[in-house]
């Protein structure tokens, strides 16, 4: 009926360094959202504040989950490359809406979601490591924020919660491999336009 304590017998454990896990999803401090006001740094958003959504919208962020990271592996997006105004850092598990280009592989998709780890290997990119805070503003239903002025990036809901991958309702969501042949294809497809 009574359980024993075990701790009173319990070896002592030993101190160690806890390692967080790395953050998954998230901006950078520096990382441009847009807003009514303007163009604001992911570290300035706070709960309350309006952006302006895919949609054309304004919504409301309920919530900011912000994570401390420590030497994190990351990804920079050169200015250019996915419709950004400038470099943009982005832990490897953030995911960004790209066009499709009418890929054939995707003939039902306009749009696809792409981890940012993907877009390693591809011209301009490069891997960087992140010692920086990210920021993950929350909101109501899953949303996709402009940033760094053409960039889409997928934001969670408050019921989802930051730091995992996306399950989105409304958007294809692409694995690592089948993200790096989409992105490898859509490049030859844009140099083949210009």
Same mark, same amino acid.
């Given at each position: 009926?009574?359980?024993?304590?075990?701790?009173?017998?319990?070896?002592?454990?030993?101190?160690?360094?806890?390692?967080?896990?790395?953050?998954?999803?998230?901006?950078?401090?520096?990382?441009?959202?847009?807003?009514?006001?303007?163009?604001?740094?992911?570290?300035?958003?706070?709960?309350?504040?309006?952006?302006?959504?895919?949609?054309?919208?304004?919504?409301?962020?309920?919530?900011?989950?912000?994570?401390?990271?420590?030497?994190?592996?990351?990804?920079?997006?050169?200015?250019?490359?996915?419709?950004?105004?400038?470099?943009?850092?982005?832990?490897?598990?953030?995911?960004?809406?790209? *066009?499709? #280009?009418?890929? +054939?592989? $995707?003939? %039902?998709? @306009?749009?696809?979601? &792409?981890?940012?780890?993907?877009?390693?290997?591809?011209?301009?990119?490069?891997?960087?490591?992140?010692? *920086?805070? #990210?920021?993950? +503003?929350? $909101?109501? %239903?899953? @949303?996709?924020?402009? &940033?760094?002025?053409?960039?889409?990036?997928?934001?969670?809901?408050?019921?989802?919660?930051?730091?995992?991958?996306?399950?989105?309702?409304?958007?294809?969501?692409?694995?690592?491999?089948?993200?790096?042949?989409?992105?490898?294809?859509?490049?030859?497809?844009?140099?083949?336009?210009?």
């Amino acid at each position: 009926m009574f359980l024993k304590d075990f701790t009173r017998t319990a070896a002592p454990a030993s101190i160690t360094t806890i390692i967080p896990a790395p953050a998954m999803t998230g901006l950078s401090s520096g990382c441009l959202v847009d807003t009514p006001k303007g163009w604001v740094a992911a570290a300035d958003l706070r709960i309350g504040m309006r952006v302006h959504s895919l949609d054309g919208g304004e919504v409301m962020i309920l919530g900011l989950d912000r994570t401390p990271v420590v030497r994190q592996p990351a990804v920079v997006i050169g200015g250019g490359v996915a419709g950004n105004c400038a470099d943009l850092l982005m832990p490897l598990g953030q995911h960004l809406l790209v *066009d499709t #280009l009418d890929d +054939p592989n $995707f003939p %039902d998709a @306009e749009v696809v979601l &792409v981890p940012a780890e993907a877009w390693l290997g591809q011209p301009g990119t490069c891997e960087m490591t992140m010692t *920086d805070e #990210l920021t993950t +503003p929350l $909101f109501a %239903d899953e @949303e996709i924020l402009w &940033v760094n002025s053409g960039t889409l990036i997928h934001c969670p809901s408050v019921a989802f919660g930051a730091g995992l991958v996306p399950d989105s309702p409304f958007f294809d969501r692409l694995s690592l491999d089948a993200a790096r042949a989409f992105l490898t294809r859509r490049a030859a497809r844009l140099a083949a336009c210009a």
